[in-house]
């Protein structure tokens, strides 16, 4: 019985994928657009953030490997504060994914847009946001296995192109193009580097994942340390490659104004059905991501409910 339960578990690489794809499969889309309006110098930015979160990560992967017990975050907060912490960090990061996961798929409804241009009305936005919800839902009954795999198959729609123009790209990069970007509203550096951040930070949200969902991973006290030291590692290195080349290839003016800037910059590199096959690879990525949100969600209301701190019904599986 006991070996049947693990192969339903995730392993190493799912649950590093699933921390990833967490990381990287909605907040990449938007984030080179986002960035262009505080200016290139924004690459400094990255590189405050990324040893923060590598420190972050390192945190969590201590705890991790001390705190056997499943919770992530929770967990952790409980062994030192007791068990009001407990609740305190199960119930506002509940609070904080059910957002995220609402956010997430307006996100992948405004990249389908182009191509059902129907759905602009508030109703029809309203019922493809629920679909999608649902859609994700409904994906996340197979248990932490199939999450793991189809996560694994869905983050390569984001990761084959932000990856592929951290390496063609250069062929495009134009070093005058990314200088002119450099500090277009020529405020100071610390002014543009803490704006930057801002945004940055945000894009590593998700480095928490794997902890939470300890439970449902194999051998968890090397598995989950390994996999937000990986999983962080790798899309730290994508954020900083992608958005780098991106802001010397798209003038700054035009890439900061766009709604879907991997699908203008593969236009710009090729030909707009290419940008087209990149926005929706993108969409697939973002859907991707929404379940590995869904996922971690259920984890961490059923981790609560265990503890007689959430309802009973969230412990049902």
Same mark, same amino acid.
């Given at each position: ?141 197979? %248990? ?5 795999? *189809?996560?694994?198959?869905? =983050?390569?729609?984001? +990761? @084959? #192109?932000? $990856?592929? /123009? !951290? ?65 962080? %590692? ?5 954020? *900083?490659?992608?958005?780098? =080349?991106?802001?010397? +290839? @798209? #003038?700054? $003016?035009? /890439? !900061? ?61």
């Amino acid at each position: 019985m006991s070996s049947n339960t693990d192969t339903k578990k995730m392993g190493l690489v799912g649950l590093t994928v699933l921390v990833a794809v967490n990381m990287m499969g909605s907040g990449i889309i938007m984030l080179p657009a986002s960035l262009a309006q505080v200016g290139a110098i924004s690459m400094l930015s990255w590189i405050v953030t990324a040893l923060g979160a590598m420190c972050i990560a390192y945190t969590f992967a201590k705890c991790g490997a001390f705190c056997k017990r499943s919770g992530g975050m929770s967990a952790y907060a409980e062994e030192a504060h007791g068990k009001s912490s407990f609740f305190i960090s199960s119930y506002t990061y509940y609070v904080c994914l059910v957002i995220s996961c609402v956010a997430i798929a307006v996100s992948a409804l405004g990249y389908i847009k182009p191509f059902m241009p129907w759905l602009d009305t508030p109703i029809h936005t309203f019922f493809g946001v629920v679909a999608i919800l649902i859609l994700t839902m409904v994906a996340n009954f197979g %248990g932490p296995k199939i999450t793991g795999q *189809i996560s694994a198959f869905t =983050v390569w729609g984001i +990761i @084959i #192109p932000v $990856a592929g /123009l !951290s390496i063609i790209g250069w062929w495009w990069f134009d070093p005058q193009t990314f200088m002119n970007a450099w500090n277009p509203h020529h405020d100071t550096t610390m002014h543009s580097v803490s704006s930057g951040i801002a945004l940055t930070l945000w894009a590593f949200l998700g480095i928490e994942s794997a902890g939470a969902n300890s439970d449902a991973v194999e051998n968890p006290e090397r598995n989950v340390p390994l996999a937000v030291l990986f999983g962080t %590692g790798f899309a730290a290195v994508i954020y *900083i490659a992608s958005t780098g =080349v991106i802001q010397g +290839i @798209i #003038p700054n $003016a035009e /890439l !900061s104004a766009s709604t879907a800037p991997f699908g203008l910059v593969f236009s710009h590199m090729f030909n707009p059905m290419v940008g087209n096959i990149v926005t929706l690879a993108a969409v697939i990525a973002c859907i991707g991501s929404l379940l590995g949100w869904q996922f971690t969600n259920a984890q961490v209301s059923k981790a609560a409910a265990d503890e007689g701190l959430f309802p009973k019904i969230f412990a049902k599986t």
